[in-house]
Each structure stands twice: as C-alpha cells, then as structure tokens.
C-alpha cells in the first residue's frame, strides 16, 4: 500500500539544502573550481567566496570573520574545542565540566580524554532537561579548564540558560563552549550575549550542506590546531577548504538568521498544536523537555507500553519520518541517554518519539501525522507485552 503523503519530521536530524543555497554552492564544484590557497585569478576566486562565508556567519553570530574556523561539521567542531582545550591547558588544568545530556560528539571526546588522565564531571540535569548555572560554578575546581554545555539539545528540545553559564564561567577565569548545533535559526545565537569562548555549528541542521561546519574561536583563546598539515584556517586546521561547503554554509546561516523570526513562530506553533492534539487524544503519555524553554521545532513524547523503534517503523509505512531518540542512537537498543538523564524510566525512554517540523512543512503535514499516529499507538498497546493486566 502506497503511504498517502509524504511527510519529513525529523530536521534535528537533518535538512533538505535550500534551492537558493544550492544555487549558490554550484559554480564552486565546476568553472570556479579553483584551490584557495593557490595564486592566480580562479583560486583568488575561491578565496573570496570562502572569505565571504566566514564573514556571513561571523554577522549571523555577532563574531569577527577572523574568530570563525571552517571544519567538517559540528562532529569535528566539539571534538576541536574540547581536545583543542585540553592539550593547550595541559600542566594547568586537568578538569572539564559537561552535561550527561550532551551530544555524543561531546560525550565521547571527553571520555576519550579522561582515558588520558583528564577529569570530567557530567551534570546532571532536572526533569525538563535543564543544566543548573549554579550547579556549573559548584563543580569548577582550581584545575578546571573547559565547561562545554549544549545551547539546545537535540533530542528534547530543551534549551539551556547559556548566558548564565558563561557569566560563571568568566566570572571564575574558566573557558566555556556551546554546541549550538541545534540552536542556530532555531533560537537567538550570540557569542557575546552567551559569553562564550567556543561554539560550535553545522551547516546540515539550518539549511546548508552535510559535511561542513564552523567553531568559533574567541580572540586570544588558547587552543591547539586539530588538523596538522597546510596552513589553511590560519595554520590551525589543515586541508584543502570545502569551498562548495563553507559557500552553503554561508548563504544557508544568513538565511536561516533573515527567516528565524517569521519561520520560528510558524513552526513553535505547530509544534505546541501537535504535542497538545497527542497528549490530549492519547492516554498514558507525557510531554519530554521542558514545557516553554524549548526549541521551536521540538516535539518529543513518552507513550507508555510501546516502543519507539515500533511508532516509528509504523510510521514510516505512513510516508512519515521521525526519530525515537538521536539519529545516531536509533540504531543501537540502549535507551537514550538524555532521556535517562531526565528521570524517565528504561521503558519510557524507549517508548519515546521525536517529531522536528521544519519550514518545508504545512499544517496539512501536521494534520496527517496527527490522524495517523493516535491508530499506530493503540495498534501497538493491543500487541504490547509492556502492557500488563
Ligand atoms: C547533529 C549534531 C552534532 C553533529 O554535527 P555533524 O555536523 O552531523 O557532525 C553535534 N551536536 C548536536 C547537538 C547535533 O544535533
């Protein structure tokens, strides 16, 4: 049976690239194909067009162009600012303070740091998901070197109060990074309203393309190259730029900043007539992350007696795409670490899903998920063995 419609809800996994962004990215593959570090007219060219980037998403940001270092997505970007951090503090700190609900590119670089000797306190977060600034301030040590907390996180939505953090993180002389991957164009972004010193984004969550991102680097941090090699990124990330990339980057951020007001309101109020529609028509549920501080785009709800991986299967013979945690998690059985982190059983954890409207989407979208999935629940608590009595 062929699916009705076709419906995409799952942009905090991913973005289609906008037609525009496209558009401008092309030339760059074919006749201005130039090497930006070579030295006549084509490669000066690319340059320019990588130059350009940089600038776009310095003003989207409110950074200088020189503060922002193209990478290969938000992956590299975190792993760069921590294990940067961390080897040039080295012999005067040995601390770093995080959330148990950071990405997995957060996550596991500091795992693999505390494998070198390095300590690493993870915060625990409350019920909606939110890391405490007083908490933060608590853990900072005479060695403490980095505190890195998410902006928003992808799975629940929640944002953090990232500003307050700074503040402390300033306040006591510590370095502090954001992973913004999920807040820009989604949420107000500012590096010195947020009194960060590193933040990370990537271009395939607002818009752009998959493969490149960006991490701002504050004037006068201290922080190793990650890429040895030519002296791309001012010496300190090696490697022939993503000119195609880094020009999607930086058309899809201006648009995606140009289009936050309008497209953010659209979407927050879809997203609050979702989670209202299924958590009044749908008994035994519960609304993930925090009621009003929370991104724009991020529905996510616990059903009890079912499993996600379930909802979502049966989902997608519906044509819907979805997600019952992180895409990068969705594969393995374990439940999903940022859902643990705010309390939830095993069980409700795994019978959690995730629907991330973005601006492609109509309200009939919307209407369609929302006369499919209530039929798909309680398909799957009549087989449930969860389901006792
Ligand atoms: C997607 C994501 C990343 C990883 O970015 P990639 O560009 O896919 O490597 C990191 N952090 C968060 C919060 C994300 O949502």
Known sequence: MEPKRSVYMDHAATTP??????????????????????IYALAREAREAVEEARGRVAVAIGAEPEEIFF??????????????????LRGRGDHIVTSAIE???????????E????????????????????????AITETTMLISVMAANNEIGTVQPTAEIGRVAHDRGVLFHADAVQAIGSYPVDVDAMEVDLLTLSAHKFGGPKGVGAL???????IAAFMDGGAQERGRRGGTENVPG????????????????RRSARIAAMRDRMSAAILDTIPDTRLNGHPTERLANNVNVAFRYVEGESILLLLDAHGIAASSGSACTSASL???????????????????????????????????????LPGIIERLREISPLRGG
């Open 115 to 138: 494998k070198q000797g390095y300590r690493v306190t993870y915060l625990p977060v409350d019920a909606f998901g939110r890391v405490d600034a007083g908490d933060v301030e608590e």
């Open 71 to 88: 990478t290969s997505g938000g992956t590299e970007a975190n792993n760069w600012a921590i294990k940067g951090v961390a080897a040039a």
């Open 246 to 261: 880094i020009v999607g980057l930086g058309h899809a951020i201006e648009i995606a900043i140009a289009e936050m007001p």
């Open 17 to 38: 690239v906008q037609p525009e962004v496209v558009e401008a990215m092309l030339p760059y593959f074919s006749e201005r194909f130039g090497n930006p570090s070579s």
């Open 103 to 113: 990405h997995h590119a957060v996550l596991h670089p500091c795992r693999a740091l």
């Open 216 to 222: 701002y680097i504050r004037r006068g941090t201290r």
């Open 334 to 372: 374990e439940p999903s670490h940022v859902l643990l982190a705010t309390g939830l059983s095993h069980e409700e954890a795994h019978g959690s899903l995730r629907l991330t409207p973005g601006p492609g989407n109509t309200e009939e979208d919307a209407d369609y998920v929302l006369s499919v």
